[in-house]
């Protein structure tokens, strides 16, 4: 059975940078599409990045919020899917989970069947 553990959340100053990890144990990370949700104070989970299974080459897709300043990535030899976050803004502010589909390329929150637990983050103005 797939299982994700989040790390890297913390407290940063806006405008600073952070790198979330979400290390997969029981498949490889590779065999299957990975995401990044958060979910704010009071708000739904809404979706973040994703990068596609291994194949010819992987293929990346980003929220219009986080476009030009998240990059999501993946170290097979790890088995680890990471999101770094630059220039972080106050309403970056949430916590962030780590979720793999059967999909190649999937923005839904619905097609995602293993999560991790999150990990926080929160940016300070």
């Known amino acids: 059975q797939v299982k994700l553990a989040e790390s890297g959340g913390g407290l940063v100053q806006a405008g600073g940078s952070l790198r979330l990890s979400c290390a997969a144990s029981?498949?490889?990370?590779?065999?299957?599409?990975s995401g990044w949700f958060r979910q704010g104070p009071g708000k739904e989970r809404e979706f973040v990045a994703a990068i596609s299974w291994s194949g010819s080459g992987s293929n990346t897709i980003y929220a219009d919020s986080v476009e030009e300043r998240f990059t999501i990535s993946r170290d097979n030899a790890r088995n680890t899917v990471y999101l770094q976050m630059n220039s972080l803004k106050p309403e970056d502010t949430a916590i962030y989970y780590c979720a793999t589909t059967y999909n190649y390329l999937e923005t839904t929150k619905a097609a995602y069947r293993i999560w991790g637990q999150g990990t926080q983050v929160t940016v300070s103005s």
């Open positions: 029981g498949r490889d990370v590779n065999t299957f599409g």
